[in-house]
């Protein structure tokens, strides 16, 4: 790894995305936000989750760092943002993210440790989609009342867990 990398934009766009987090949930709560304003604040944080993988493709800037320190951040972040925003959940979604989140970790320590490599999926940047809209749409529905968004964010688990078992497979398959 290279000290210079870190000034690569797709790496910077990481580490910001990383900082800014950490300090918003360290210095705000749920409360100092209105609701537009907190959906735009989630909905910004995972748009810049695809950015820096775009940019470093597109723009060949891709990197050693960027490949450790992106996943890193990403589930740094959006871990922080589950505890951050735990209240406006129900317990199941909650909890459900994050086992799914933990057994991820598990898997990528194995994967790290061996000799294995494993491509990113269409079906998980589609799950992390559908999960960031899942967390909006419980922002802007806190009251848990509306069937149609406690149903999206149902399905969205059961899609985020089936990407995970494709991981699972695919780690299995090429043993």
């Known amino acids: 790894m290279k000290l210079k990398d870190i000034f690569l934009i797709p790496n910077l766009i990481t580490l910001s995305r990383l900082f800014v987090s950490v300090y918003l949930f360290l210095n705000y709560s749920l409360s100092d ?8 604040t989630i909905a910004l944080i995972g748009i810049s989750d695809s950015i820096d993988g775009i ?10 760092l960027g490949t450790i320190l992106d996943p890193v951040s990403d589930r740094t972040v959006f871990i922080l943002l589950l505890f951050w925003l735990f209240e406006i959940f129900p ?28 491509t990113v ?3 998980g ?11 909006c749409f419980f922002v802007i529905n806190i009251t848990n009342e509306s069937i149609i968004f406690i149903v ?5 688990l059961i899609f985020y867990y089936f990407v995970a078992l494709e991981y699972l497979y695919r780690i299995i398959k090429d043993e």
């Open 121 to 123: 999926s269409n079906y």
């Open 33 to 40: 936000f209105s609701t537009t304003i907190l959906v735009i």
């Open 91 to 118: 317990n199941w979604f909650f909890y459900g993210v994050i086992l799914r989140e933990v057994l991820v970790l598990i898997g990528s320590i194995y994967v790290l440790f061996s000799t294995k490599t494993i």
């Open 125 to 135: 940047k589609f799950g992390t989609v559908f999960i960031f809209f899942s967390i």
């Open 55 to 64: 940019v470093a493709r597109r723009f060949n800037q891709v990197s050693k």
């Open 152 to 156: 999206f964010g149902a399905i969205s």
